[in-house]
Nanobody
Framework: QVQLVESGGGLVQAGGSLRLSCAASGRTFSRLMMGWFRQAPGKEREFVATVTWTSGNTYYGDSVKGRFTISRDNAKNTVYLQMNSLKPEDTAVYYC?????????????????WGQGTQVTVSS
């Protein structure tokens, strides 16, 4: 029903910036809660950021507050994650996530759709 395709990952130097994009197919994007998670090898998937469709409110994980910004463009069916001041510990596969519920996406259990992931590697 909904497909999510991430892009924009790559290799960057510490302190650099990167913008991830997630393009969603289907006509229900404007009624989906959207978010980003990340997962490093051998670790649990971690909440990064979310944006609601109801109010546009945004929420961030403690480790990225002040550095990352999530936004959505309903006309383009796309959600973005602007990542600034990147650190080596930000290295992970980043996953776009969508939920059909009424709550913002802060936990994996409320996610209905996952993107395939895009690798972000930050070198020291």
């Amino acid at each position: 029903q909904v497909q999510l395709v991430e892009s924009g990952g790559g290799l960057v130097q510490a302190g650099g910036s990167l913008r991830l994009s997630c393009a969603a197919s289907g006509r229900t994007f404007s009624r989906l809660m959207m978010g980003w998670f990340r997962q490093a090898p051998g670790k649990e998937r971690e909440f990064v950021a979310t944006v609601t469709w109801t109010s546009g409110n945004t929420y961030y994980g403690d480790s990225v507050k002040g550095r990352f910004t999530i936004s959505r463009d309903n006309a383009k069916n796309t959600v973005y994650l602007q990542m600034n001041s990147l650190k080596p510990e930000d290295t992970a596969v980043y996953y776009c996530a969508a939920g059909r519920g009424t709550l913002e996406i802060r936990e994996a259990r409320v996610v209905n759709y996952w993107g395939q992931g895009t690798q972000v590697t930050v070198s020291s």
